[in-house]
Structure formats: C-alpha cells, structure tokens
C-alpha cells in the first residue's frame, strides 16, 4: 500500500482539512492543558495511579476523533481517488432544446484552462436514445469533431482545437448536435457527469409555444440509477418556455440531471 499516495488522497477529501483544522488544534491543546499542568519534575513524581489514567484520558479523546471522522469521511461518502487531469473547466454550459415534438438541439459548450502543455483537443463521450437521424458539429471557428470507437451505450469523440495549448492556456469549446427522434423514443432528461475539476455548470432547457412540458427539475444524484437525489429543484415553464441552473462548484463525481415530464406520451419511454 502507497501510504504516502493514500494520505493525499484523503486530505483531498471534501471537508478533511477543515476537520483535522479542527480536531487536531482541540486534541493538542487538551494534552498541552493536561500535560502543561505540572512540571518535569512533579511528573517523574506522580505514581502511575495518576499518570497512566491522564495519558489514557487523552488517548481516548484523540481515538474518538478519530473515529468521527473516519465515520464522517469513509462510511457516508464515496471516495473518488486523485486521476491526472487534462484540463480545469472554467464553465460547462449544456442546452437542450425541443424545436418541434420531433426535432432538438443538444450542445455542450466549454470554457477549459490547460493543466499541462501539448493539449489539442478534448474527448467527451454522449449517448442519444432517440430514434431518427443526427447531426453533429463544431461551430467555432477552426474547430472540428472527430468520432471514436463506442463504448457500452458511449459514443466517444474527439474536438480538435486546431492548435496546440500551453499550460494554463485557455479555450473555448462547443459540440451542437442537431436531433430527430420520430418514434418518440428518447429518455425526458439530459444529465453530466462531473468529471473533471468544474467551476461552474449551467443547465439550460427550452420548449417550443405550446410544448405540454409545464415544469422541469435539476437533481443532484450519485448515479443515473439512483432513486433518491441527493436534492432536487423544481421550476415551472414560463412565457420564454425557458428554464436555466447555474451550480456553482459542482462535485466531483456526481451526476446533475435535467427532466421534465411530457404529458403527450402515452407511455414511458425507453431507458438508458
């Protein structure tokens, strides 16, 4: 076991730090007031009646600490172990909107810091469950989209920048897709996984006059699976039939999704 890896890991841990800032300052100075109390000499003089009791006193103290936030940390929260990163996201923007009952455009638009030189493209993975044809893009100038092997339900792609990054460089990215989905088969929701340090995520939803979507919500969940988020937001459409979240400092690993209900299906739609 890499002691040395396993310790920063668990100082990168949401909320360690603060805690040991306040555990271990309360531990010392509880040994210093217990200690502090008498001198050298009046401790060489204390029978092991009293001095054993007092050090045992302060061990029990320092091992419930322990314990706490061993508790805290490890048995109430998933542990996502430090990976090497390609890029910070200074802002993440994902935009669905319905055009028609049958047509939407989905885009991801990023404002990415490099975290090291030789960067010259971002890879990126989506999955459509619609039924219909697809239209990917990269609008912005000298930009490009390149599709990769799929994975599972993934369709994996690269967009190249059209030049190479140096470190702490930034840029900005965005993929449109333009949809059809004629059989009504695609799930009522978009959702992101946070996988790289994110500073900002918005969520953005538009509907067409008309639309029978009438309120959308934003949950936090750990997975697609998840039955109970960890909270949800609940809007109602208004005349813009537009709804927007901006999360700030989103967490790592957790997955943010958008849903609505369209009361025109006369049945569930197909899972992903």
């Known amino acids: 076991m890499d002691v040395g890896k396993w310790f920063k890991d668990l100082l990168a841990k949401e909320g360690v730090k603060e805690t040991?800032?306040?555990?271990?300052?309360?531990?010392?100075?509880?040994?210093a007031a217990a200690v502090g109390s008498f001198s050298f000499?009046?401790?060489?003089?204390?029978?092991?009646?009293?001095?054993?009791?007092?050090?045992?006193?302060?061990g029990l103290i320092l091992s419930t600490a322990a314990a706490v936030a061993?508790?805290?940390?490890?048995?109430?929260?998933?542990?996502?172990?430090?990976?090497?990163?390609?890029?910070?996201?200074?802002?993440?923007?994902?935009?669905?909107?319905?055009?028609?009952?049958?047509?939407m455009v989905y885009a991801r638009k990023w404002r990415l810091r490099?975290?090291?030189?030789?960067?010259?493209?971002?890879?990126?993975?989506?999955?459509w469950t619609g039924f219909g044809e697809i239209r990917m893009s990269a609008p912005l100038d000298g930009q490009r989209v390149s599709t990769?092997?799929?994975?599972?339900?993934?369709?994996?792609y690269d967009v190249h920048f059209?030049?190479?990054?140096?470190?702490?460089?930034?840029i900005e990215v965005e993929v449109v897709w333009e949809l059809e989905?004629?059989?009504?088969?695609?799930?009522?929701?978009?959702?992101?996984?946070?996988?790289?340090?994110?500073?900002?995520l918005e969520m953005v939803f538009r509907t067409y006059p008309g639309s029978p979507v009438q309120a959308v919500s934003l949950q936090q969940c750990r997975t697609l699976e998840l039955d109970v988020p960890h909270w949800s937001d609940q809007r109602t459409i208004d005349e813009d039939r537009f709804v927007r979240w901006l999360?700030?400092?989103?967490?790592?690993?957790?997955?943010?999704?958008?849903?609505?209900?369209?009361?025109s299906r006369d049945e569930e739609p197909a899972s992903q």
């Open 181 to 200: 989905d004629t059989l009504e088969t695609s799930v009522d929701f978009f959702s992101k996984t946070i996988e790289r340090p994110t500073d900002e």
């Open 70 to 103: 061993y508790r805290r940390f490890f048995t109430r929260r998933p542990h996502y172990p430090a990976v090497p990163q390609d890029f910070r996201v200074l802002k993440s923007t994902i935009r669905y909107e319905f055009r028609t009952p049958y047509r």
């Open 162 to 170: 059209g030049r190479t990054l140096s470190k702490r460089e930034e």
């Open 41 to 58: 000499g009046e401790i060489l003089e204390l029978s092991l009646l009293v001095t054993v009791p007092l050090f045992v006193f302060v």
């Open 148 to 156: 990769l092997d799929r994975q599972g339900v993934w369709n994996r």
């Open 114 to 127: 490099a975290l090291k030189d030789g960067h010259d493209r971002l890879t990126d993975k989506y999955s």
């Open 20 to 31: 040991l800032h306040l555990v271990v300052p309360i531990a010392f100075g509880l040994s």
């Open 247 to 263: 999360v700030k400092r989103p967490k790592f690993g957790q997955l943010y999704r958008v849903s609505w209900i369209d009361k």
